[in-house]
């Protein structure tokens, strides 16, 4: 059975910074794309970030967050990781990383978007205060 446990969120004020994991059990991350995704209260899901390399090295961003956050990859740990920094207010929000069954091309995940993940933790709450 597939588990991803995220874990890091919590409170910060505007400037600061968090770090994110995601720890994977039945599931190993190297060879596969994966990704993290931001839902605030009344929103819709965000793609946030995420690696298509299977190995952490080809990553994207989202606009909003591009420049602050970084997407990592710890194979001899099966975590996955989500540094953030200099964090905003409108950055606020439950995160939830994904992972897919296989690696997908940068082209594939931008034509399929999330329907390409296959699993999802249960969410981490981020909460920025000005």
């Known amino acids: 059975q597939v588990q991803l446990v995220e874990s890091g969120g919590g409170s910060v004020q505007a400037g600061g910074s968090l770090r994110l994991s995601c720890a994977a059990s039945?599931?190993?991350?190297?060879?596969?794309?994966t990704g993290w995704f931001r839902q605030a209260l009344g929103k819709e899901r965000e793609g946030v970030a995420g690696?298509?390399?299977?190995?952490?090295?080809?990553?994207y961003y989202a606009d909003s967050v591009e420049g602050r956050f970084t997407i990592s990859l710890d194979n001899a740990k099966n975590t996955l990781y989500l540094q953030m920094n200099s964090l905003k207010p409108e950055d606020s929000a439950m995160y939830y990383c994904?992972?897919?069954?296989?690696?997908?091309?940068?082209?594939?995940?931008?034509?399929?978007?999330?329907?390409?993940?296959?699993?999802w933790g249960q969410g981490t709450q981020v909460t920025v205060s000005s």
């Open positions: 039945g599931y190993t991350y190297r060879s596969r794309s």
């Open positions: 994904a992972a897919s069954g296989r690696v997908y091309s940068m082209n594939r995940i931008r034509a399929l978007g999330p329907t390409i993940y296959n699993y």
């Open positions: 690696s298509y390399s299977g190995d952490g090295t080809y990553t």
